[in-house]
């Protein structure tokens, strides 16, 4: 009997490996939308490859406990994050590149900075509009983060990227606290989330977000964030 061709065990091994790809993120997929749907609960195995279209025995197969199914799913969902660049992050990183490497002069600041003020409400709004599914994966899954530590590691590595960045702006707009600062942003871009999305504050709307973040920025700087009318894209 002929033996196959090395052309056509490696045709073969490829579409295996294809075929498991997909039912690995097909699994991971399914995972996300019980934990929208249902809570972080409701995540079995049984339960994730009913809704996966799969055996229970390829999830057991690819991820042998809920753990693994949690944290793999949360690093399969920043990764189809991260496939396009955030349009916020790119659009101010533009903006101050021509400062990069110092600080934007005194006589600008004001001007830019509003500018940030208004990409950064159009941001938060943007978090916050549809059917929130995004952000309920992640506020699901840093809740989650108390349990299991390679989760809460993967969680660190993906703040910190935001960290970065913010701690940057700060410091090309002349903060004397860049990190500081940045972190106070982080946490006050959060909170305006979840408020909105949980409906704690009920009137949180885009008027509302303006005024606090502009607030946040005028602290920040220390000086006033004159008003804007539009903010090209």
């Not at 197969?61 to 944290?71: A, C, G, Q, R, T």
């Not at 809740?143 to 970065?164: D, F, G, N």
Request: some cysteine.
């Amino acid at each position: 009997m002929a033996t196959k061709s090395k052309t056509t065990q490696s045709r073969s091994k490829g579409s295996r490996e294809t075929q498991r790809g997909q039912t690995r993120a097909r699994i991971l997929q399914a995972v996300l939308d019980i934990v929208v749907e249902k809570g972080m609960r409701a995540v079995r195995h049984r339960a994730v490859a009913e809704r996966a279209g799969v055996s229970l025995g390829s999830t057991t197969y690819h991820f042998s406990s809920i753990e693994d199914l949690i944290v793999s799913a949360f690093d399969y969902f920043n990764k189809q994050q991260m496939l396009t660049v955030n349009p916020y992050y790119l659009q101010v990183s533009q903006h101050l590149e021509p400062f990069e490497n110092d600080v934007v002069p005194d006589v600008l600041r004001p001007e830019v900075a509003a500018w940030i003020c208004e990409k950064s409400v159009g941001y938060v709004c943007d978090q916050v509009a549809g059917d929130h599914f995004d952000r309920i994966v992640e506020f699901a899954f840093y809740h989650e983060s108390i349990r299991y530590p390679a989760l809460r590691e993967l969680l660190i590595t993906v703040r910190q990227v935001e960290l970065e960045f913010l701690k940057r702006v700060h410091r090309v707009m002349g903060s004397q606290h860049p990190e500081e600062d940045a972190r106070i942003t982080v946490a006050l871009f959060r909170q305006l989330e979840q408020s909105a999305i949980t409906g704690v504050h009920p009137k949180l709307d885009s008027n509302v977000i303006r005024r606090t973040i502009r607030r946040h920025m005028s602290l920040c700087l220390n000086m006033p964030i004159p008003p804007v009318t539009a903010v090209e894209s």
